[in-house]
T-cell receptor, first 113, second 115 residues
Framework: DQQVKQNSPSLSVQEGRISILNCDYTNSMFDYFLWYKKYPAEGPTFLISISSIKDKNEDGRFTVFLNKSAKHLSLHIVPSQPGDSAVYFCAAISIQGAQKLVFGQGTRLTINP | DTGVSQDPRHKITKRGQNVTFRCDPISEHNRLYWYRQTLGQGPEFLTYFQNEAQLEKSRLLSDRFSAERPKGSFSTLEIQRTEQGDSAMYLC?????????????FGSGTQLSVL
């Protein structure tokens, strides 16, 4: 039962353009969402998060949008830089329901010069 | 370095051997998680602790796996009689549950190869 889904295994974007990574979830109990970035042979690094009481959170070049009715969130990176090339994981948790963090399968983002 | 620390970074073992991994969380964090990740997949939850109490174990965690967190500080994950299917990266994370937020901070992981 895949509660968090990232349907695009890979995405290629030109440097300077916008990267949009998508994530869908099925569990309506999820109330907090996170994006992690992972380089090979390293652990995931926290990037940005959003609570279910918000629909947008912005931090520098990174913005996360949450559409609760569609059970969908997205991560926008603008402008994209070569150092953004990594695997991005969407994750969700039900804090009120005391459930653990669940990850999507990941999307490999490649930024082309 | 005040991040999550895992030891060793890499472990190569023969099938049937026992292995033990260690995780040192961020000191003020009360929750500690173990995840496992294989190529092309997201991290899969194994177990987690709040202080020294183990609150949940995944069905993925067979009886060959055991985790401890004595005194609510560092944690160990032991795999007995390793199998080739145990080859994966084992990730530890810690968090401080606060208000409506729980951000997990991960260590660099232990890459296990079972030959």
């Amino acid at each position: 039962d895949q509660q968090v889904k990232q349907n695009s295994p890979s995405l290629s974007v030109q440097e300077g353009r916008i990267s949009i990574l998508n994530c869908d979830y099925t569990n309506s109990m999820f109330d907090y969402f996170l994006w992690y970035k992972k380089y090979p042979a390293e652990g995931p690094t926290f990037l940005i998060s959003i609570s279910s009481i918000k629909d947008k959170n912005e931090d520098g070049r990174f913005t996360v949008f949450l559409n609760k009715s569609a059970k969908h969130l997205s991560l926008h990176i603008v402008p994209s830089q070569p150092g953004d090339s990594a695997v991005y994981f969407c994750a969700a948790i039900s804090i009120q329901g005391a459930q653990k963090l669940v990850f999507g399968q990941g999307t490999r983002l490649t930024i082309n010069p | 370095d005040t991040g999550v620390s895992q030891d060793p970074r890499h472990k190569i073992t023969k099938r049937g051997q026992n292995v033990t991994f260690r995780c040192d969380p961020i000191s003020e964090h009360n929750r500690l998680y173990w995840y496992r990740q294989t190529l092309g997949q997201g991290p899969e939850f194994l177990t987690y602790f709040q202080n020294e109490a183990q609150l949940e174990k995944s069905r993925l965690l067979s009886d060959r796996f055991s985790a401890e967190r004595p005194k609510g500080s560092f944690s160990t994950l032991e795999i007995q009689r390793t199998e080739q299917g145990d080859s994966a990266m084992y990730l530890c994370a810690s968090s401080l549950l606060r208000d409506r937020e729980e951000k997990l901070f991960f260590g660099s992981g232990t890459q296990l190869s079972v030959l």
